[in-house]
Nanobody, 128 residues
């Protein structure tokens, strides 16, 4: 059974930090890119960050670059998103998704359009 299980969301004040985790199972981890997609209230889903589990290349949306760091632990089949200097506009449900590397010309957030697997989401709320 394929699973992507997110954890680590919560409520923080502006400037605070959170670390999201995405534990994967049931598929070949190294064959996929893992991305975090945010659904903010009243807005469309938007890719935030992505990492290749093959070469560990990463990409970020401009609004989080320099504040968020994505990483992958291949021994644990887990991807992390360290979020620092959080802002109210970072609020939303964060989904961990997996897209096959064979479908990506290169690893970029805006190329994550057809994930094969989705997690259940974890809520992040940043208060002003």
């Amino acid at each position: 059974e394929v699973q992507l299980v997110e954890s680590g969301g919560g409520l923080v004040h502006t400037g605070g930090s959170l670390r999201l985790s995405c534990a994967a199972s049931g598929f070949t981890f190294d064959d996929y890119a893992i991305a975090w997609i945010r659904r903010a209230p009243g807005k469309e889903r938007k890719g935030v960050s992505v990492i290749s589990n093959s070469d560990l290349s990463t990409d970020y949306v401009d609004s989080v670059r320099g504040r968020f760091t994505i990483s992958s632990d291949k021994d644990k089949d887990t991807v992390y998103l360290q979020m620092n200097s959080l802002k109210p506009e970072d609020t939303g449900v964060y989904y961990c998704v997996a897209q096959e590397l064979s479908t990506l010309p290169w690893v970029a957030v805006d190329k994550i359009r057809d994930p094969k697997y989705w997690g259940q989401g974890t809520q992040v709320t940043v208060s002003s």
